[in-house]
């Protein structure tokens, strides 16, 4: 469980790292995977699995320990006891998202999305022939929250079919409460929208006292909502291409099923070996990786309030904040960030000029670079 030691990626080709060719010397902050090595019988499970030598065709239904440790993290983790024919398998929430685009709506309906939000997010309407509204994200007493008078006037236009929102939300790190779920879904019960919750982020929140709240588990949800889940973002294993839908209404399972039918294809039986040793042999470095992280929110956020025209709001979760730049008072804030050598997400991509977003999922000698760099 060292968290503090830094991991040369630099041959492992990863996406974070590719970005920027190492005589430009900017350190990369952006793409939303951690600088942690993974918890060891991650490492283990995959060692014996290759140790095997025979990587044939493993469905993902059939594969009893990854389908028997989500029902146990999730009954541990939010006291839902799930069913485990509710499990649908995807390579990814992306194109989990992307195939309930398919599966629900119709070319020309609209799909409801909160910004600010992660690109892939932000992109899949239009991909699918779609068209997006946009609901703000509002502050409020030093938190980020839904600006539920827009959804509410959004909602009643009969050509919204869809509304997907992230929770925690990426990239401000804001939870919604049982009263938010509660409020969202009366409106989607009166206006008739299917909710998509993209819950990639869940099991990292950093506010204690706070408990995430699956969107499926409400009963004035559970049969008009896709819960999207993962252990990638959690425990480092992103490039596993694994993660889950919950659908306890059969009739959205069958139509989210044939919405990916030849054309998603199945969790790779490593991320299952991955996901079934994350949910039920690393709980000691999960709760130490909490702990480290709230570290490094809380010194990120004092250091990044005392640089002269930039902002942040402490997230309650991810590893990820969200920097209001507009302070600085200059067009292009993702120029300024790279000049000083610190390679965030540009706020732009986002769906928000002026703002760039750091991940600090990252030891803490590297955390010290980025803000040393940024106040030089």
């Known amino acids: 469980m060292d968290l503090d030691t830094i991991t040369d ?57 990854a389908n028997q440790a989500v029902a ?14 509710w499990l649908v398998w995807t390579p990814g929430v992306v194109p989990a998202f992307n195939a309930a685009c398919k599966a629900f709506c119709q070319p020309g309906d609209k799909v409801i999305v909160q910004v600010p939000n992660y690109p892939p997010l932000l992109a899949a309407p239009a991909l699918n022939g779609l068209q997006r509204v946009d609901i703000p994200t509002l502050e409020s007493d030093g938190k980020w929250v839904l ?45 008739g929208l299917l909710l998509v919750s993209d819950e990639i982020h869940c099991d990292l929140i950093l506010d204690e006292g706070i408990n995430h709240l699956p969107a499926s588990k409400l009963d ?34 069958n139509q989210f099923r044939q919405a990916m039918q030849g054309i998603v294809p199945w969790a790779n039986v490593m991320g299952l070996e991955a996901t079934a040793a994350a949910f039920t042999r690393c709980d ?51 120029a300024w960030c790279e000049a000083k050598g610190v390679g965030p997400s540009p706020g732009v991509d986002f769906a928000a000029p002026g703002y760039f977003r750091i991940n600090f999922g990252c030891p803490r000698s590297m955390l010290e670079t980025i803000i040393a760099r940024l106040k030089a």
């Open 72 to 85: 146990r993290w999730c009954e541990r983790q939010y006291d839902w006891h799930i069913q485990q024919d």
């Open 284 to 334: 000691d470095w999960y709760q130490a990786q909490l702990q480290y992280l709230r570290a490094n929110r809380d010194y990120l956020y004092e250091q990044i309030n005392q640089i002269d025209g930039l902002r942040m709001l402490q997230p309650a979760a991810t590893f990820l904040a969200w920097v209001d730049a507009r302070g600085l008072n200059i067009d292009d804030v993702q």
């Open 9 to 65: 990626r630099s041959a492992t080709y990863a996406f974070k790292w590719q970005k920027y060719p190492a005589e430009r010397d900017i350190l990369p902050c952006w793409v939303a995977d951690s600088e942690f090595r993974c918890a060891q019988p991650i490492i283990d499970a995959l060692q014996q699995r290759v140790s095997h030598g025979v990587f044939g065709y493993t469905l993902p239904a059939q594969f009893a320990p």
């Open 147 to 191: 600006d539920f008078a827009a959804l509410e006037r959004e909602a009643q236009d009969p050509a919204c079919k869809l509304l997907i929102l992230c929770n925690p939300m990426n990239p401000v790190g804001g939870v919604f409460s049982e009263q938010d779920l509660l409020r969202i879904a009366d409106i989607c019960t009166t206006h």
């Open 220 to 253: 004035a949800l559970q049969d008009i909502s896709v819960t999207l889940m993962a252990a990638s973002k959690t425990f480092n294993i992103a490039g596993l291409g694994t993660s889950f839908a919950l659908i306890p209404n059969p009739a959205l399972r």
